[in-house]
C-alpha cells in the first residue's frame, strides 16, 4: 500500500486526500496539523508558512484524539515531500 504525507507536517496517510489524480482535494483537515488539503497545501508558498506557524505555536495535534503512543515529531517533518519542505 502506498502512503502519502502531508505536505505541512509530513504525517502518513493510507489514501491521497488530492485523490487518485493527485490534483482534486477533499478539503478535510490534517489530523495532525489541521492544514486544510486544498488550500494550506496547494503550493509550497502556502505549507511552509502555514508549517511555521503550526511549529511555532507548539505543534500541537489538531485532533488529538488520534496522536498515536510514542509520537515524535522529528522523523513525521521529515516525511515532508521534498519540493514542500
Known sequence: ???????VCGLDYDESPWGADGRTPDHTLCACCGAEFGYHDATPEAARPFRA???????????PNVRPAGW????????IPAAYQ
Open 1 to 7: 500500500m502506498a502512503l502519502w504525507f502531508c505536505r
Open 53 to 63: 506557524r503550526w511549529l511555532e505555536s507548539g505543534a500541537e495535534w489538531f485532533y
Open 72 to 79: 515524535l515529531l522529528p522523523p513525521q517533518l521529515a516525511q
